[in-house]
């Protein structure tokens, strides 16, 4: 059993770094002091304020940056909630670990702190210990910090084995309410005039602009390219390239021109269409059909989605299994 945890060890993905100190460069500055006690008891161990700071504390700033007032308030204690269930979670797996009475080679240690000054500080220990020391961490405690995360990313590849075997009925299950996701939508190759109303219009009179936008469509209709007319009269600011507006869905235009434009055959001209504060001639040079990638496409992408959340769902399950067993109380 030592043997194969040991092997569990040596080739799970690690993580890096910055999840223990994210943000490392520039160094940040301390937090000010505060008088530590107790969080939460699990079975005899502890974990303190201080531990739920260090790992909560990028959180809270980033919060801080972002939100006020009670919101802030509400965010930073849901924070805090979820750091202290990460570090109860932590510590019934590291105690499952003595339980079982694993061990870990200290060269696992060794190479994970050298592999992040090679990779982070590119291979500058003194920038590397700065750092620590910036953020309050001693050597010591910070290779204790990477050997729980190792034994805990360990324990839970151990527990959970990545054997599943995905159902097709999921599978298939999984596609169609994903189907949206794979579908390119309808599209047409938009071409477009817009002309603005006039501002000095009375009550009862024409507007000039709809009679010129109306002139401008009997020429479009007798042969006059479109591209011209749009450089020559357009407001819109497809103007300079020809009114193109090149390939178009139904979610990019307004619902009455969107109407419009879809209802259009290739190569015809709309009527003059009144929308807001301008009137609208609109030209379809193409279409393209809506294509759904088919299910054995997108089958490794839903395979790898399925077997995460499967995975997720037993660790999960795990997890609970050992707070059952425990004694936990949160003061």
């Not at 965010?75 to 979820?82: D, L, N, P, S, Y």
């Not at 599943?164 to 999984?174: A, D, I, R, T, Y």
């Amino acid at each position: 059993m030592k043997r194969r945890l040991l092997s569990t060890l040596a080739t799970c993905t690690l993580t890096g770094f910055a999840a223990l100190l994210p943000g490392v460069t520039p160094p940040v500055k301390a937090e000010p002091a505060v008088i530590d006690g107790i969080a939460a008891q699990v079975n005899g161990d502890v974990i303190t304020f201080s531990q739920v700071r260090d790992l909560v504390g990028p959180r809270e700033r980033a919060l801080r940056s972002q939100f006020t007032g009670q919101e802030l308030t509400d965010k930073v204690r849901e924070a805090r909630k979820g750091a202290l269930q990460d570090l109860i979670d932590r510590q019934l797996i590291i105690q499952e670990f003595q339980k079982k009475e694993y061990q870990i080679p200290s060269h696992l240690v060794d190479e994970k702190v050298e592999s992040i000054i090679r990779d982070d500080f590119g291979g500058d220990r003194q920038a590397f210990i700065r750092t620590l020391q910036a953020q309050g961490y001693t050597m010591a405690k910070f290779r204790d910090a990477e050997r729980d995360k190792i034994i805990v990313q360990a324990m839970r590849y151990q527990n959970v084995p990545n054997d599943f075997l995905v159902s097709p009925n999921k599978l298939g299950e999984l596609y169609l309410t994903k189907k949206d996701d794979y579908t390119t939508p309808e599209q047409v190759h938009l071409w477009m005039i817009a002309v603005e109303k006039g501002t000095t219009v009375s009550p009862g009179e024409q507007d000039p602009q709809k009679a010129m936008a109306s002139e401008i469509r009997d020429k479009l209709t007798k042969g006059t390219k479109f591209e011209q007319l749009a450089q020559m009269y357009s407001s819109d600011s497809s103007r300079t390239s020809g009114g193109d507006w090149g390939w178009v869905d139904r979610k990019t235009l307004n619902e009455n021109l969107t109407q419009a434009a879809f209802k259009l055959g290739l190569n015809t001209i709309s009527p003059v269409i009144e929308q807001g504060n301008a009137y609208y001639i609109l030209k379809i040079s193409e279409r393209k059909s809506a294509v759904t990638k088919p299910l054995d496409e997108v089958r490794p992408e839903l395979e790898k989605k399925l077997s995460s959340t499967e995975r997720e769902r037993r660790q999960n399950q795990w997890i609970a299994s050992l707070r059952t067993k425990a004694f936990i109380k949160v003061f």
